[in-house]
């Protein structure tokens, strides 16, 4: 089993920054693309920004420029800066991370989400 915990959310004035982390542990042997996602009240889940073991990324059009995602060193960590802020950057985030467990099967895994709230 692999657990992914969030932090980093919260309430944010617009033109506001905020940085999410998303730490990835259990049987793992390899993550292969670590990502996030968000979920505005109403509307169905989008991509934010996504990163490949190797380093590239991959960006939502409405974040570039505002937003960077990273991972950390050992690889089981990833990071969504988020400068910036707008009122409808507000939802719940939620990483994702393509985990290859010690068993060599993969699967897709997400963490629980955290709010992110700006107010304008």
């Known amino acids: 089993q692999v657990q992914l915990v969030e932090s980093g959310g919260g309430l944010v004035q617009a033109g506001g920054s905020l940085r999410l982390s998303c730490a990835a542990s259990g049987n793992i042997f390899s993550i292969n693309a670590m990502g996030w996602y968000r979920r505005a009240p109403g509307k169905q889940r989008e991509l934010v920004a996504t990163i490949t073991s190797g380093g590239t990324t991959n960006y939502a059009e409405s974040v570039k420029g505002r937003f960077t995602i990273s991972r950390d060193g050992a690889g089981n960590t990833v990071y969504l800066q988020m400068n910036g802020l707008k009122a409808e950057d507000t939802a719940v985030y939620y990483c994702?991370?393509?985990?290859?467990?010690?068993?060599?099967?993969?699967?897709?895994?997400w963490g629980a989400g955290t709010q992110v709230t700006v107010s304008s």
């Open positions: 994702n991370a393509g985990v290859t467990d010690r068993l060599r099967l993969w699967r897709d895994y």
